[in-house]
């Protein structure tokens, strides 16, 4: 599945809002002067959702709680939704299953519908800017 609506209905057809999903994402790789780096990534992230609300978020290595990472990015599976449409509304210069494989597209679960991998990018006179995020042990 590669479309983004039909991934949403999907997801929207199963009702959920109990669930929980791992979350992982790095910032700014396609951006030379970006002061952001791989290195200076986020833990991969355990979130916790409760009645469609974040009611925890732990470090998957060490189970210590964390602070939602800063950024329209994060949040419930029906926050990511809003935040990829949003996205593409500004016509990114790649959208793409991941930096290294920009000629995959986006993923998303076959089952629930939820995007498991996806990588944006906006590189032109403006700026740049780039996120890829990878949503892992979804139960």
Same mark, same amino acid.
């Given at each position: 599945?590669?479309?983004?609506? #039909?991934?949403?209905?999907?997801?929207?057809?199963?009702?959920?809002?109990? %669930?929980?999903?791992?979350?992982?994402? $790095?910032?700014?790789?396609?951006? @030379?002067? @970006? @002061?952001?780096?791989?290195? /200076?990534?986020?833990?991969?992230? $355990?979130?916790?959702?409760?009645?469609?609300?974040?009611?925890? =978020?732990?470090?998957? #290595?060490?189970? =210590? +709680?964390?602070?939602?990472?800063?950024? /329209?990015?994060?949040?419930?599976? #029906? &926050?990511?939704?809003? %935040?990829?449409?949003? &996205?593409? +509304? $500004?016509?990114?210069?790649?959208?793409?299953?991941?930096?290294?494989?920009? /000629?995959?597209?986006?993923?998303? /679960?076959?089952?629930?519908?939820?995007?498991?991998?996806? %990588? =944006?990018?906006?590189? #032109?006179? @403006?700026?740049?800017?780039?996120?890829?995020?990878? =949503?892992?042990?979804?139960?």
């Amino acid at each position: 599945m590669v479309d983004l609506n #039909d991934a949403e209905e999907l997801w929207q057809s199963n009702g959920l809002v109990d %669930y929980s999903f791992g979350y992982n994402f $790095k910032l700014n790789q396609a951006c @030379s002067n @970006s @002061s952001s780096s791989a290195t /200076d990534e986020a833990p991969a992230l $355990k979130v916790t959702v409760n009645d469609n609300e974040i009611t925890s =978020i732990t470090a998957v #290595d060490t189970g =210590i +709680e964390w602070q939602a990472p800063s950024g /329209d990015h994060f949040g419930t599976i #029906d &926050e990511i939704f809003a %935040y990829l449409e949003a &996205e593409l +509304e $500004k016509s990114p210069q790649v959208v793409a299953y991941s930096f290294s494989e920009k /000629d995959q597209l986006p993923a998303f /679960d076959e089952n629930f519908g939820f995007p498991t991998r996806y %990588y =944006i990018e906006f590189n #032109d006179a @403006s700026g740049c800017s780039s996120l890829e995020v990878a =949503i892992f042990d979804f139960s």
